[in-house]
């Protein structure tokens, strides 16, 4: 996988610890996109590739990137790998995982020890996608485009719920 946006350079980088992880968090790339912010994704794993990690985690914000989401699933330390190296936000996902349902990712990510903080979003889907919307208010604090694109597509959402419920 590469950046999705090839004109801009990224602003956040969309990681995950596996390719089983893409079905989940391409959720949060499609809420990027909906938006206009420009992102990159990558399979990083601090289990299977930690030098890649490191690598990854080190020179994030030199190559400019605001916020880094990590997704990760089971014993998911990804998350807090990643802001144990990177002075960026950095917004985690549970991956629902086959055997625990992904309480086992909810809590590996949620827990961690003071001074390096995850921002943890729920488990599966819905995360995701509010990790994108949450990686683009952040954004939206300094960049009025981004704001602006985020207050239209909350007003759409908002138009979007209907008063009285349907009958089947
Ligand atoms: N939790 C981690 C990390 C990590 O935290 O570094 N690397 C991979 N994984 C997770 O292992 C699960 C199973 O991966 P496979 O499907 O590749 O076996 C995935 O949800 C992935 O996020």
């Given at each position: 996988m590469s950046s999705?946006?090839?004109?801009?350079?990224?602003?956040?980088?969309?990681?995950?610890?596996?390719q089983s992880d893409w079905?989940?968090?391409?959720?949060?790339?499609?809420?990027?996109?909906?938006?206009?912010?420009?992102?990159?994704?990558?399979?990083?794993?601090?289990?299977?590739?930690?030098?890649?990690?490191?690598?990854?985690?080190?020179?994030?914000?030199?190559?400019?990137?605001?916020?880094?989401?990590?997704g990760a699933g089971g014993a998911a330390h990804l998350p807090g790998?990643?802001?144990?190296?990177?002075?960026?936000?950095?917004?985690?996902?549970?991956?629902?995982?086959?055997?625990?349902?992904?309480?086992?990712s909810l809590l590996s990510i949620v827990q961690m020890p003071a001074g390096v903080p995850v921002a943890t979003v729920a488990i599966g889907e819905a995360g995701a996608a509010n990790a994108g919307l949450l990686a683009a208010s952040i954004l939206a604090l300094s960049d009025a485009d981004v704001a602006k694109r985020l207050a239209d597509w909350r007003a759409r959402q908002t138009a979007a719920v209907g008063e009285t419920p349907k009958s089947d």
């Amino acid at each position: 996988m590469s950046s999705k946006s090839p004109k801009a350079e990224p602003l956040v980088g969309v990681i995950m610890g596996s390719q089983s992880d893409w079905q989940i968090m391409r959720k949060a790339a499609e809420a990027l996109e909906e938006l206009g912010v420009a992102y990159e994704t990558r399979i990083v794993s601090a289990h299977r590739t930690p030098g890649r990690l490191y690598e990854y985690a080190n020179n994030a914000q030199a190559r400019g990137l605001k916020i880094i989401i990590a997704g990760a699933g089971g014993a998911a330390h990804l998350p807090g790998m990643t802001a144990s190296m990177t002075n960026l936000p950095v917004i985690g996902v549970p991956i629902q995982s086959k055997t625990l349902k992904g309480l086992d990712s909810l809590l590996s990510i949620v827990q961690m020890p003071a001074g390096v903080p995850v921002a943890t979003v729920a488990i599966g889907e819905a995360g995701a996608a509010n990790a994108g919307l949450l990686a683009a208010s952040i954004l939206a604090l300094s960049d009025a485009d981004v704001a602006k694109r985020l207050a239209d597509w909350r007003a759409r959402q908002t138009a979007a719920v209907g008063e009285t419920p349907k009958s089947d």
